[in-house]
């Protein structure tokens, strides 16, 4: 019995992923300039107005107004009719000093017994149904939304969007698990109120998403068995309540954290409920969640499953994980139970937290381009970065998506005789 399967994205100027953004650009300026900052910021959104709170242990400090309107005029909220306008909107900082009582948890004299920053259970996963290791539903809508901001900057062939956006892709699989066909695209995109006329707006936009979107889209993913699933039956429901010119932070308030499902797996597998933006990674919401999607993406790639799910959690203060869980669905194409495959996978990868920082490179200035369109299924590369900080500036070379990199293929083939 054929059965379908749903996830959403949403674009980098829903209101929550503008305050994601704003957090992990604080991270990336922190660390650009002190590595050893410790520092949890949160962020909320509205009318004219951000508000920025957390803790944080540097050595740095940082104009982070100047930050906060950089990030938006990023975006694309430049604009006054927008009601959120990076050169207008207020910045109120409420950033203090970590907790004594937190720090004293995580610091050691010896910096690989460095402690977790909290306890919790975080979750890796990854699926061989498409090249990136990723569930393809949560991938396609990944791929709408940013195809979707490509457009609106470019300023072309759509020259009315607006930063804010979502996107939804329903997949029709078979019994065996395998994607048939795409069942359904949801679409809401912002947009210039460019007619009177409500009618001819919707037709408008209907028409350029499916005429001008879509085959970009189709052309870019460039993989036939993926072009095969947009047939000639697939549900669009572009705008489907009508005009949406209010939007952004003016249309709903926004904050830190709140979209970990379209930061992960798009529902696919599981999830520990721990936020990764705004936080270093000494915080092992962040850090353990991106080790756990390395070892689950190499597990794969090296052929041991078709599917896999990874847990590991923690003790604030400790260094040891508390355990780590494997579940393959079944899949696993070796003489092994999950338990033993567990066990060897603790034997090959150090999940302590000082290791993980160390293996993924994760004390670098990384976290910005992660905190829109998903931290996992992202493409690892090496650029060089430029901060500037109140007459200072840090130019780094450093690597992005480390936790994407198949770096443990062969050691995973050997261990388990593929």
């Given amino acids: 019995m054929s059965y379908l399967f749903t996830s959403e994205s949403v674009s980098e100027g829903h209101p929550d992923k503008v305050a994601d953004q704003i957090s992990d650009d604080l ?37 982070v107004q100047k930050i906060a309107r950089d990030t938006i ?3 694309g909220y430049n604009k006054s009719e927008y009601q959120f306008d990076a050169k207008s909107c207020g910045v109120i900082s409420a950033i203090h000093e970590q907790s004594e009582d937190i720090n004293r948890g995580v610091d050691r004299g010896n910096p690989e017994d460095q402690g977790a920053g909290d306890q919790g259970m975080m979750f890796g ?28 900057r470019e300023e072309k062939e759509i020259t009315y969007l607006r930063p804010d956006a979502k996107a939804q892709v329903t997949i029709e699989y078979s019994d065996d698990n395998k994607p048939q066909r795409i069942d359904a695209i949801v679409l ?20 350029d998403i499916k005429e001008i979107l879509i085959p970009r889209l189709i052309k870019k993913i460039n993989n036939p ?14 705008n489907p309540t009508g005009k949406f010119v209010i939007g952004g932070p003016h249309g709903d308030s926004g904050l830190t954290g709140r979209k970990i499902i379209v930061d992960t797996y798009g529902g696919k597998g599981a999830h520990g409920g721990g936020a990764f933006s705004g936080k270093d990674p000494s915080k092992v919401d962040r850090s353990g969640a991106y080790a756990t999607r390395h070892i689950a993406k190499n597990i794969v790639a090296a052929g041991l499953c078709d599917e896999i799910l990874v847990q590991v959690s923690y003790a604030i203060g400790v260094a040891e994980p508390m355990g780590l ?15 033993d495959i567990a066990r060897e996978i603790s034997k090959m990868f150090d999940m302590r937290p000082a290791a993980i920082e160390k293996r993924l490179k994760l004390r670098n200035p990384i976290y910005g ?20 900080n109140a007459g200072r500036k840090e130019t780094l070379e450093v690597e992005f998506f480390t936790w994407e990199k198949l770096d443990f293929v062969d050691q995973i083939k050997t261990a388990f005789k593929l």
């Fill in 73 to 75: 005029e990023r975006i």
């Fill in 325 to 339: 869980y494997v579940n393959t669905y079944g899949t696993s194409k070796v003489d092994m139970t999950d338990g």
């Fill in 27 to 63: 991270i990336d300026h922190f660390l650009a300039f002190d590595k050893n900052s410790k520092v949890a910021c949160e962020t909320l959104v509205t009318t004219g107005l951000v508000v920025l709170a957390g803790e944080v242990n540097s050595n740095i400090y940082l104009d």
């Fill in 369 to 388: 381009p992660a905190a829109a369109y998903g931290h996992m299924g992202r493409k690892p590369e090496i650029k060089i970065v430029t901060f500037e």
């Fill in 188 to 207: 809401s995109t912002q947009h210039d109120e460019f007619d009177a006329d409500e009618k001819v707006m919707l037709d408008k936009i209907n028409k």
């Fill in 225 to 238: 068995s993926i072009e095969k699933l947009f047939d000639g039956n697939i549900k669009y429901h572009i």
């Fill in 125 to 152: 996963y990854a699926t061989n149904e498409t090249e990136d290791y990723m569930p393809l539903a949560l991938d396609l809508s990944h791929r709408l939304l940013m195809e979707l901001a490509e457009l609106r």
